[in-house]
C-alpha cells in the first residue's frame, strides 16, 4: 500500500491506552445497513465507554440524556441493537457482543424475552406497559 501525505500530520491518531475499538464488519456484514442512525448513535456510545469484556454500566436516563434521546427512541434503539445481535441488555448492564460471522441476522432470542415472530402486530397496550415499566424501573 502506498503511503500518502497526511493532511494533518500533527493531529496523527494513536490508539489510546484504554479499551475500545470499532470493528469492521459492522459495514461488511450488513449492520450498518441494517440499524437507524439511533440505533448506531447507541452502540457507538456503548462501545466507547464498555470495558474490556464489553460491559457498560451507564443508566438509561444517563445514555438518553448524553444522545439526547426520548424514552421511545431510546427503547427503539436499544430494541434494534438487540435484534441485531449487536448488544445484550439485562438491567442494569449492557453488553457489547462480539459480532458474528456472516451477515448481520435477527436473534432467536432476545436476553430476558421469549421469543416472538415478527409477522404477528403487537398491540399498543403491551408497547405502553413495556414502556412504562421500564420508565418506572428507571426512574
Request: glycine content about 4%; hydrophobic content about 35%.
Amino acid at each position: 500500500m502506498t503511503s500518502r501525505p497526511l493532511p494533518n500530520p500533527k493531529c496523527l491518531r494513536q490508539v489510546p491506552p484504554q479499551f475500545s475499538w470499532i470493528d469492521h464488519r459492522l459495514v461488511r456484514d450488513g449492520y450498518f445497513e441494517q440499524c437507524s442512525c439511533d440505533a448506531l448513535a447507541l452502540y457507538l456510545f456503548l462501545l466507547t465507554v464498555a470495558d474490556a469484556r464489553g460491559l457498560s454500566y451507564y443508566s438509561q436516563p444517563s445514555l438518553m440524556k448524553q444522545l439526547k434521546f426520548g424514552t421511545v427512541h431510546f427503547m427503539q434503539a436499544r430494541t434494534e441493537l438487540i435484534e441485531s445481535r449487536l448488544i445484550a441488555y439485562r438491567h442494569p448492564l449492557y453488553q457489547v457482543l462480539a459480532l458474528g460471522t456472516g451477515s448481520a441476522q435477527k436473534p432467536d432470542l432476545i436476553v430476558g424475552r421469549e421469543p416472538k415472530s415478527t409477522s404477528c402486530p403487537v398491540a399498543i397496550k403491551e408497547i405502553l406497559q413495556q414502556l412504562s415499566v421500564a420508565r418506572s424501573s428507571h426512574d
